[in-house]
Nanobody
Framework: QVQLVESGGGLVQAGGSLRLSCAAS????????MGWHRQAPGKQRELVAR???????NYADSVKGRFDISRDNAKNTVYLQMNSLKPEDTGVYYC?????????WGQGTQVTVSS
């Protein structure tokens, strides 16, 4: 069982920055992939970024060059640094972790970008 707790969301003006954190309860070494997804009102949840255990990363085209995902195994934490935020980045951001074939989700944190 893995529990994920997100933090760091909030309200920011366009062009600003936020850093989200996702703390995992279990050992990071049992987690294959961790990522961030977001869901805007009335839209489906979409992948924003993910990082595999070996350190490789993937990003949605809409956030490439602006967002950076990283992990700190010593702290069992994954971060999402979000720069040059746009109003279309608004949504609830969810952390997820893949352990084998089981996917775990956090409760989500709201990010609101005002124009």
């Amino acid at each position: 069982q893995v529990q994920l707790v997100e933090s760091g969301g909030g309200l920011v003006q366009a062009g600003g920055s936020l850093r989200l954190s996702c703390a995992a309860s279990g050992s990071m070494f049992s987690i294959n992939i961790m990522g961030w997804h977001r869901q805007a009102p009335g839209k489906q949840r979409e992948l924003v970024a993910r990082i595999i255990s070996a350190g490789g990363t993937n990003y949605a085209d809409s956030v490439k060059g602006r967002f950076d995902i990283s992990r700190d195994n010593a702290k069992n934490t994954v971060y999402l640094q979000m720069n040059s935020l746009k109003p279309e980045d608004t949504g609830v951001y969810y952390c997820d972790a893949l352990v084998g074939s089981i996917q775990y989700w956090g409760q989500g944190t709201q990010v609101t970008v005002s124009s």
